[in-house]
């Protein structure tokens, strides 16, 4: 029977797709099971340890901060009410070759891989944007205006994620070599709501990928060929911008990721 993993407030089973069953803190165990080695890297932000991430903090009334007093380990992204402000995270990539870090994942031919976002934001009464995915580790992009002002649009990487483009509460399912202009897998994927945790995970089977919001999948599947290179590396980057001037938090849960050996 799988146990829900707990952190946070919903406890819903984290992810979609070959995991979905599996409890976060065992995938690596769930592709051992089924007769395949794994490798797994999780965090809940208990403790935080920020040489583990890559932050920008754009102008005064934005930080990355660990949120005092939650037992479950929270890390809030926080914006104030100026137009443009931005405050983006992400997974540190170490500089050697071929490794990941903190929820990486790397799409090979063949292999399984899966990893899971789980996050929420503030408020839902003033349009904001987001980007809550991954995009490929060579194009460095949790940088300043990895949002474009404005209008909320990526800049160019190759990735996969959910989009919140200069909205209240629509989200889209985005993916593309181009995410400044990107196919859109599903539009109004999800109706955000304010101050509740969501779920956003991908899975590749070898072959294709899906992605999932709180466990229900998003569009068709998509051929890794149409996605990233093969045996291209990935890591979760949640990116947010105050595209009207509204002051938000954006607050994660995890970062979790499983590969195939």
């Known amino acids: 029977m799988a146990m829900a993993h707990k952190s946070g407030n919903s406890g819903k089973v984290l992810g979609g797709g070959f995991e979905y069953k599996i409890p976060v803190k065992n995938w690596a165990h769930g592709l051992e099971s089924g007769g395949k080695s794994g490798v797994f890297s999780y965090d809940d932000f208990l403790p935080y340890t920020a040489a583990n991430f890559t932050t920008v903090e754009g102008d005064s009334g934005s930080s990355v901060e660990r949120v005092i007093g939650s037992l479950n380990g929270e890390l809030a992204l926080t914006i104030g009410a ?14 050697t070759a071929g490794t990941g870090g ?51 649009v990526p800049v160019g990487n190759d990735g996969v994620g959910l989009h919140r483009k200069n909205h209240v509460t629509q989200c889209d399912v985005i993916h593309g070599a181009n995410l400044a202009s990107p196919t859109t897998l599903k539009s109004a994927a999800h109706a955000l709501v304010a101050d509740t945790y969501l779920n956003v995970s991908l899975s590749f089977d070898g072959t294709d990928a899906r992605v999932f919001v709180d466990g229900v999948q998003q569009g068709d599947k998509v051929a890794r060929t149409d996605l990233v290179a093969d045996g291209i590396l990935m890591r979760p980057v949640v990116l947010l911008k105050g595209t009207t001037g509204a002051a938000e938090v954006l607050t994660i849960d995890s970062f979790a990721g499983a590969n195939e050996r």
């Not at 137009?83 to 997974?91: D, K, P, R």
């Not at 980007?131 to 205006?145: D, S």
């Open 102 to 152: 903190i929820g990486a994942i790397k799409l090979v031919d063949g292999k399984m891989s899966a990893a899971a976002i789980r996050f929420k934001v503030s408020q839902i009464a003033v349009a904001s944007s987001f980007f809550v995915g991954w995009i490929e580790v060579g194009y460095a992009a949790v940088a300043a205006n990895a949002l474009v002002d404005t209008t909320g």
């Open 82 to 95: 100026t137009a443009n402000l931005e405050c983006h995270f992400g997974s540190k990539i170490p500089a």
